[in-house]
């Protein structure tokens, strides 16, 4: 659009008649209802209207939240897995391992005619007598009456407990934690089940203590986390959906649509 500005007396005849002209030409502007937002956190405005961010519920006027932010906000048998309730024993537990919840935390054992690490591999028991024989045993050989050592896997069945592992030393069972897993054995436990273990600017993600905040908020959007929940906010300046991308407040200006030059 050309704009071209044109010198005239105040209040002559020809700086009236523009004015009157430009006025009833320019269409009216209207406010914007979603200028400033009604709406709450993790909300969007559309025409006025609020409504929640998708997979996020809740109010749109007072905030929308996610399905979850702790394992607390799931069934017993459901863990809070990046804001959703799922089941965290998929993947967890080791080929022919059973998996039981208990808690929100997946805990795995072999089944009772097998043995082994839960989280790796069960495997059969080969007889009734491996039950017993978890270190060295010497049996009296009668034919020639010495003895004759019989070595059996002292981690065979693992006496380690639950998440954790087994190595064999000196023919003696050696327990230790699964890596990712602190404590020590048989109490061998994640660095988080929920939030509150975490500090109070992490979250806890995957059984870690993490920032929940990298992914979170959209392009110009600020990040911060208040009691282990992300909160995006636009920056100073700036205006739109935190989540999807801020941009700068724009201007209203007049300009005009037609221009009249008048040649006296």
């Known amino acids: 659009m050309i ?55 809740g109010d749109p006027y007072v905030g929308c939240r996610p399905e979850c932010v702790l394992n607390s906000d799931c069934a017993r048998d459901r863990a809070c897995v990046r804001n959703k309730c799922i089941d965290p024993c998929p993947g967890t ?14 805990m795995c054992h072999c089944p009772d005619n097998m043995s082994g690490n839960a989280f790796f591999e069960c495997r059969l028991i080969e007889s009734k007598f491996d039950l017993f024989i978890s270190f060295p045993v010497h049996f009296l050989n009668c034919s020639t009456r010495s003895l004759e050592p019989v070595l059996r896997n002292p981690c065979q069945p693992s006496p380690c407990g639950p998440n954790s592992q087994c190595r064999e030393l000196q023919n003696v069972g050696v ?42 908020c959209g392009f110009n959007a600020v990040c911060n986390v208040v009691n282990h929940n992300p909160f995006c906010t636009c920056r100073a300046q700036l205006t739109g959906n935190p989540f999807v991308r801020c941009q700068e407040i724009s201007k209203l200006s007049l300009k005009f649509s037609n221009v009249i030059i008048f040649i006296i």
């Open 93 to 106: 537990c080791g080929t022919n391992a059973i998996c039981i919840v208990n808690n929100h935390v997946p």
């Open 3 to 57: 704009e071209i500005y044109i010198c005239c007396e105040p209040h002559s005849d020809l700086y009236k008649y523009l004015y009157a002209f430009t006025t009833a030409t320019q269409p009216p502007v209207r406010d914007d209802p979603c200028v400033p937002s009604p709406c709450g956190p993790n909300a969007q405005c559309n025409n006025g209207q609020c409504t929640c961010i998708p997979e996020y519920q």
């Open 175 to 216: 327990c230790s934690c699964l890596p990712d897993f602190i404590g020590s054995p048989p109490q061998c436990r994640p660095e988080c089940t929920t939030n509150s273990d975490c500090p109070p600017d992490q979250a806890c993600q995957n059984s870690k203590c993490r920032d929940p905040c990298p992914g979170t």
